[in-house]
């Protein structure tokens, strides 16, 4: 039988790991076209590191000997675009906190002799012609092997194990030579340079010449053969829906007795999410710690409960899950349209709120259930645990909820149930009352200030929608934020007589004149009804409209308004 008939009698799964190793440059004298031939010397550790760093005397083995910083160290020669770098955990340690970065630059290692930093992030990163970014923590494990790379695009792809991990990071230049970069940072201690034609695998590297046979390809190859190979790799932003394998836990602290279904997320959604194929479950990727945005697929009801239930964390990251809600529809979003911080969607034009890290550092099993009264008071509880006030917002707008599964959240599914209504009535969503064509009429009225300042008072009418009443008779409903024309103030209490006296009484004298939040500008406002003067005008806005949970700073009071004073 010819050589050629036995070629094609091999199992197909055969021609598959032949096909992957060429795409690897195991095969001599290959080009994949995806990655260099690999016919380049061993990379070995550049002579200018660190001062902790010891390198091995055949210049592939660097360790750190004490502390934990001071680990910086550089490819002694430069890379090649679609070169796999790829290194093996020596040593790992428990004693410290974080592990390895890793990156390029484009900065020639010798001349950089006598000025080398503690860490490469931030200290390098910083600087033009540095890109790293630490390592998540528990994929570093000792004899596991890393591999990273950088396209022509300028993207950073990694994988472990074998298994290939995506995007790394983006924005490396490209266009001139580049050195491979690694700062032995924390718990890891030891790194050593791997060459890919013969230790491409967990063993212990060997001392002499290698005789690396055919099966030892295979056993190689074989963990790898679920790894993507692509030129250029999804975007975070494409990344595509996920099955899970298997089904989510079911609820433990919510009433047997209240039912609740999954509720899926919209398809507008961060860069970093990927949604299940239902879309009941977002996941953020495990590389990032920002842009986690998911929307509920329509709009909320009142007295609707929403369960957030935790399915994974990461807890080397800070920071934990963001609630908010907004008169925005997601579909009429795209994912450059969100940011990375979710306090800046308060400065887009349609009503955001949001509230950060509502539950402190949440665990995997961690069940969050939130509520909307028909007040307007955002109401959550963790765990079947007592009831909390987050912050209360406009009721009468047409509102979706919104997440961000930030920092140590990683993965979540929400939950909704159907509100009780009294028989015969249909739920009542959050649907803006129409607002009439013609004018109404606006009530303007003034009020000393203590202090000898003056309060210019405007009042709003209410909208045709129900308004509620609190006990003291004071209207509680506020329309939505409108920026003042004209740079006129206004105010949405009420002008009875009752105003000058509590303008009289209540108003306290600010302690300082910097605005308690940006420190910036003059304290220039009352917040109403606890009549705390701590903010400026713009500040003391943003507090009413949910920045800050709608609650005076100060004394926690619910802002009802805002009133802008004047010094005469």
Known sequence: MGVSSTFDSMPASLKMFKKVKKRLGLGRGVNSGNHVANNLP??????????????????SLARRAESFCKGVVFSARPVKVNERIYLRFAEVSDNWSGVLR????????AALRYSLPKYACPDLTNKPGYWAKALVERLCEKDAILYYY?????DVHFGVNGEDKGIFFSGVDTRGQLWAMLDIYGNSTAVEF?????HLNNSRRQVGPSNTNDHDVDRIISPMSNMSIHHG??????????????PPPPLVFQHPSVKFNPLPFHRTRGKNIRLSNDRCIASRLETEFTQGYVFTGRPIQLGEKIVVQILNTEPMYLGALALGLTSCDPASLSPNDLPDDSDH???RPEYWVVNKDVAGGTQRGDELAFCIT????????KNGGPTVSLMHIDQSQTLWAFLDIYGSTQKIRILGSTPAHPQGSPPRALVANPVPDRCRNVTVATAPCAGGGTVLVVNLPPTTGPSYQSNSGLSTYSPTYIEPVGGLPYSTIDSTEGIREWAENSISQPQSSDCSVCYERQVDSVLYTCGHMCMCYECSVQQWRGKGGGHCPLCRAVIRDVIRTFKS
Do not use: C
Request: proline share 11%; hydrophobic share 30%; no cysteine.
């Open 102 to 109: 890793f990156g390029f630059t484009m900065n020639d290692p």
């Open 233 to 246: 790799g999804p975007t975070p932003s494409s990344e595509p829906s996920f099955a899970e394998p298997s």
């Open 374 to 381: 028909t007040q307007g008071e955002v109401q959550m509880s």
């Open 345 to 347: 969607l308060l400065d």
């Open 150 to 154: 950088v396209n022509s695009a300028g």
């Open 42 to 59: 061993p990379l070995l550790f550049h002579q200018v590191h660190g001062d902790n760093v010891r390198i091995s005397r055949d210049g």
């Open 194 to 198: 791997l060459d890919p034609r013969s």
